[in-house]
């Protein structure tokens, strides 16, 4: 399947590397439906993206809780800090450094 010409094509890539991760997924998911049968396959060759994040774009251009989300990711999502999963973590560093600083470090926390 080459549904557009080269030059097409390019100026796609070109537009899609310029959009936010969102924004990607979206417009992948909007030109793969207008391909019909095989353009997910298609399209995630072209712009080098997985077939499920194309899915997921497809799925999220039905849901208009999705299409309002404003960030580009879902509140939540993402590694936590450190300093929230492991409790103490900042007086234990604190402390290693406190033998290699002039003056306590505590002092300028406080």
Request: aromatic share 10%; proline share 3%; charged share 30%.
């Amino acid at each position: 399947m080459n549904p557009y010409r080269a030059e097409v094509e390019q100026q796609m890539q070109q537009f899609y590397r310029s959009l936010s991760e969102k924004d990607r997924r979206r417009y992948a998911a909007i030109e793969a439906v207008k391909l019909g049968w095989g353009g997910i396959t298609y399209i995630s060759q072209l712009f080098g993206c997985d077939y499920y994040t194309i899915r997921f774009g497809i799925e999220e251009l039905d849901d208009q809780s999705a299409m309002k989300m404003k960030g580009i990711r879902r509140r939540g999502g993402g590694r936590k800090s450190a300093l929230e999963k492991i409790p103490g973590l900042d007086e234990a560093f604190c402390r290693v450094i406190a033998e290699y600083t002039a003056g306590s470090p505590m002092d300028e926390l406080i």
